[in-house]
């Protein structure tokens, strides 16, 4: 069984808690979006924030959000890979069991095929 | 001296009960939702509880309500009333969850209200009826019933089979 910790950005998108991999995000943009991946978790409230991501051949992209919640550590035991029952979409990647909440773990470059 | 009433009917009674002839049975929870009365069968079901904080999930069919952590597990929670083209149901404090699991599928489903378990006989099982569209395929027959009027029988392994399916193809 893997110990450990691991580092989540965690960010606001319509009400909703999101969570992704402090590795994929290269930085976060605090002016309006000019460009954003599109919508994939849903139109954003106001859409205020990016997260900043790399692709291939270290081209960004960017994922506009309402705002970041903050960096949170959290033991891995308190990951969750989806249900197999009913599929999400692709870039569901996962959730993070935080006491009563659950918050869905999002894979960023996913989010680029996602239709 | 002519035997006396009790002593006749104690000279042609049994000396235990006789068997009844078995009627079969099959024991079913009962639940309300929107407004229909259902029943699945009491072995898909795991557990009942209350509603926990609901995370909903983005790209997926509006039946699937979201996720909900439960004991340590992310269980899915499907809107029966969604998935039966029957209206949309609304979680409210009366609202409990059933987590169902059907071949190892975990799943869980939204009910208003908790009537119970109910054992039905076989015999009084009707099959669904026809002209009831896509709902049809999953429905295990219906119940008039006193108590409850009329109790659909839901084949929850089909359910969960089909948002699996339908989830999948988007």
């Known amino acids: 069984m893997m110990t450990g910790v691991i580092d989540l950005v965690v960010f606001e998108v319509n009400g909703t808690k999101y969570a992704v991999d402090l590795g994929q995000v290269r930085r976060i943009d605090i002016d309006e979006p000019t460009e954003s991946i599109g919508q994939p978790l849903g139109a954003p409230a106001r859409g205020h924030r990016a997260l900043v991501f790399s692709v291939e051949q270290n081209a960004e992209r960017r994922l506009a959000i309402d705002q970041v919640l903050g960096v949170s550590r959290v033991p891995i035991t308190s990951l969750r890979k989806m249900p197999t029952a009913v599929h999400a979409a692709p870039f569901s990647i996962g959730a993070w069991l935080d006491g009563e909440e659950t918050v869905l773990l999002v894979d960023l470059p996913s989010m680029i095929s996602a239709p | ?170």
Do not use: Y
Request: no cysteine.
């Open chain 2, 1 to 170: 001296m002519e035997p006396s009433l009790l002593q006749r009917a104690l000279a042609n009674a049994p000396e235990r009960a006789t068997a009844q002839a078995a009627r079969p049975d099959e024991e079913f929870f009962v639940f309300r939702t929107g407004d229909l009365t259902l029943g699945v069968r009491s072995e898909h079901v795991r557990e009942v509880t209350r509603m926990g904080p609901l995370t909903p999930l983005p790209r997926s069919p509006s039946f699937l309500m979201g996720v909900v952590g439960h004991r340590g597990e992310v269980v899915p929670l499907v809107d029966l009333l969604r998935f039966l083209g029957q209206g949309e149901s609304k979680a409210t404090a009366r609202s409990r969850l059933f987590i169902s699991d059907t071949g190892g599928q975990i799943v869980g489903f939204l009910a208003d209200h908790v009537i119970g378990l109910r054992r039905i006989f076989v015999a009084d099982k009707m099959p669904a009826p026809a002209g009831g569209g896509s709902t049809q395929e999953f429905l295990d027959g219906v119940v008039q019933s006193r108590e409850l009027g009329s109790l659909s029988l839901l084949h929850l392994p089909r359910i969960v089979q089909s948002a699996r399916q339908k989830s999948v193809v988007r």
